[in-house]
Nanobody
Framework: QVQLVESGGGLVQAGGSLGLSCAAS????????VGWFRQAPGKEREFVATISWSGASTYFADSVKGRFTISRDNAKNTVSLQMDSLKPEDTAVYYCATRTTGSWSTVPNEYTYWGQGTQVTVSS
């Protein structure tokens, strides 16, 4: 069992930046790929970004490419999502999730453990 806790959400104006963090409860987290997803009211949960176990490979949704950065610190069991040039359409609850394998995926059903989510609101 891996417990994930997201932090760093909040309210920001369009064009601003926020950094999200995902902290894991177990060292085995360092062997697993991690993804960030988001869900806006009335919409399906959608993929945002993912990173392999080593951090060597990352992938982003087209909607955030060039604006968001994902990184990890396996010594601290954390994964970060840096969000720049935020837009009102980025408003959602953001979730981190981990697989039980080292390679990344964009498919929510391929992730085993999920955090409780953190709200990000971007005002226009």
């Amino acid at each position: 069992q891996v417990q994930l806790v997201e932090s760093g959400g909040g309210l920001v104006q369009a064009g601003g930046s926020l950094g999200l963090s995902c902290a894991a409860s177990r060292r085995t987290f360092s062997s697993y790929a991690v993804g960030w997803f988001r869900q806006a009211p009335g919409k399906e949960r959608e993929f945002v970004a993912t990173i392999s176990w080593s951090g060597a490979s990352t992938y982003f949704a087209d909607s955030v490419k060039g604006r968001f950065t994902i990184s990890r610190d396996n010594a601290k069991n954390t994964v970060s999502l840096q969000m720049d040039s935020l837009k009102p359409e980025d408003t959602a609850v953001y979730y981190c999730a981990t697989r039980t394998t080292g390679s990344w995926s964009t498919v929510p059903n391929e992730y085993t453990y999920w955090g409780q989510g953190t709200q990000v609101t971007v005002s226009s």
